[in-house]
């Protein structure tokens, strides 16, 4: 069965910084690309970064380019986001998923980042 638990976010200040982390049971973790997506309130999902099977290759959106950096542990089947100077509009529920777009499947439940003074 697969299951993708994520953890980490929280409330911090505009300008703060915070680790995501996505652990993943039930399949072969090493054999997927992975990727971050989220959603704000009222709004579309909307990916976030994705990460090849070995790290080599990173791609962000451009809302979070040189701010966040996505990462991954093979050995320890974990996806990382390390999100640095955070803005409000960073504000959402943050997902990592196995399965690419349009639907980005298999997500986990989410963790709620919130940015705000």
């Known amino acids: 069965q697969v299951q993708l638990v994520e953890s980490g976010g929280g409330l911090v200040q505009p300008g703060g910084s915070l680790k995501l982390s996505c652990a993943a049971h039930?399949?072969?973790?090493?054999?997927?690309?992975i990727h971050w997506v989220r959603q704000a309130p009222g709004k579309d999902l909307e990916w976030v970064s994705t990460?090849?099977?070995?790290?080599?290759?990173?791609r962000y959106a451009d809302a979070v380019k040189g701010r966040f950096t996505v990462s991954r542990d093979n050995a320890k089947n974990t996806l990382y986001l390390q999100m640095n100077s955070l803005k409000s509009e960073d504000t959402a529920l943050y997902y990592c998923?196995?399965?690419?777009?349009?639907?980005?499947?298999?997500r986990g439940q989410g963790t709620q980042v919130t940015v705000s003074s």
């Open positions: 039930g399949f072969t973790f090493s054999n997927y690309w």
């Open positions: 998923a196995r399965e690419g777009p349009p639907n980005y499947g298999s």
């Open positions: 990460i090849n099977l070995d790290g080599s290759v990173k």
